[in-house]
């Protein structure tokens, strides 16, 4: 049985839904071992929750409660350590207590790195990101395989992994249907899913659009810290919509109906640098092109194979590229690149991945 491990949200994790989703068509059994931060209690069938109320993005104040966590993981794996064949540990805040148990009872080890922990929680102590880089090397080596969101983030690693496997972030797009919306407008349409963040460049986006409302117009879903000032801004502003949370499918319409997706991800935040969003593979599924930043990980796979565009972090940089002669035909053309890229990399990559790979690692543990 595989004990799949997440301080997160496990029951939305959509990388995490992945793996369940292939165990349970796979009648492979599973438990998930999770953090349950909301103020409800959570049950459900094959989960075993640690209830304790916490938010996220709380740094050294959530030191406590992760340290109860790795307690209760403990607790928990020992006393199914019968039952116990592989544990999934999602990211450093999982893989300590996993390796622990590891050692003393002689069980597989799956080292799943969704972010990398001193980036991505923006560690700036030196000795507290000394003491997690050497715990991060002592895991690696110690786990029997490794998987990154992306081949290059092996350039984040304190150390060679005994086995590394890539499995990128590609959502499961196989059941949508897009709905295409007929236009009302000669603008160019411009769109942005995901998290309201001053880290995403929206705040230029939202100047410029507001600013040239005879050319573009801004669509826009999502919650986060900008959500007031965008609310506010889409009462003044005829260009600019604002659609709040929504479903994922109809997110995808939104982004599937304009003719730019907004993929920025500001190098002040040094996890960005590698960031790996779903919103890439997302936008190549669609057949609609990224503007993206420059020096990033997204930026390069997109300049590389010319299925967006790629600029600068500066106000200017967004200006010059939105006045220049850009016509949406060339961006039709690079959306088409995208979608050729899909079909031939990467729309049945999770299912060879599984298939080939995870299946036999798993078939080999039983």
């Known amino acids: 049985m595989i004990f799949f491990i997440r301080s997160t949200d496990a029951l939305n994790d959509p990388r995490l839904q992945k793996y369940l989703g292939f165990t349970t068509s796979h009648n492979i059994g599973f438990r998930v071992v999770a953090w349950n931060r909301s103020s409800t209690a959570l049950v459900k069938e094959n989960y ?8 996220y993005g709380a740094g050294i104040k959530n030191l406590i409660g992760l340290m109860l966590f790795n307690l209760f993981i403990i607790r928990v794996l020992v006393r199914n350590r019968k039952e116990v064949d592989i544990i999934h540990a999602c990211d450093f805040d999982t893989i300590v207590p996993a390796m ?4 003393l009872f002689g069980k597989k080890l799956i080292y799943d790195i969704f972010d990398w922990y001193v980036d991505s929680r923006a560690v700036s102590n030196p000795l507290l990101k000394g003491i997690i880089l050497k715990m991060e090397t002592v895991c690696l080596k110690n786990a029997d395989a490794t998987i990154l969101c992306e081949e290059e983030r092996v350039n984040q690693l304190v150390v ?30 411009l769109s942005y899913v995901g998290i309201l963040s001053p880290e995403r460049g929206l705040e230029k986006v939202i100047r410029f659009v507001s600013t040239h409302p005879d050319h573009f ?15 506010a801004l889409v009462k003044t502003a005829d260009n600019i919509f604002f659609y709040g ?8 319409n939104l982004m599937k109906n304009s003719d730019l997706i907004i993929a920025l991800y500001e190098k002040t935040n040094p996890n960005h640098i590698y960031a790996a969003p779903n919103k890439y593979y997302e936008g190549l599924f669609l057949g609609i092109p990224i503007l993206t930043t420059e020096d990033t990980l997204v930026g390069h796979k997109t300049a590389k194979h ?6 600068g972090e500066n ?23 995208g979608f050729a890229l899909w079909k031939l990399k990467y729309s049945g990559y999770i ?8 299946s036999v690692f798993v078939s080999g543990s039983n």
């Open 315 to 337: 106000y200017e940089d967004m200006e010059r590229f939105f006045q220049s002669s850009m016509s949406v035909s060339e961006m039709r053309e690079s959306g088409a690149r």
């Open 351 to 358: 299912r060879d991945f599984m298939t080939n790979i995870y």
């Open 100 to 103: 622990l148990f590891k050692k």
């Open 160 to 189: 060679q992994p005994k086995t590394l496997w890539i499995l990128p972030n590609i959502p499961d797009l196989q059941s949508f249907e897009p709905q295409i919306q007929p236009r009302s407008s000669s603008k160019i349409c």
């Open 306 to 311: 010319k299925t967006g565009f790629v600029i």
């Open 217 to 231: 117009e801004l669509h826009l879903a999502g919650m986060g810290q900008l959500q007031g000032e965008i609310v």
């Open 48 to 55: 075993i929750f640690f209830n304790r109320s916490s938010r």
């Open 245 to 252: 949370e929504v479903p994922y499918q109809s997110g995808l």
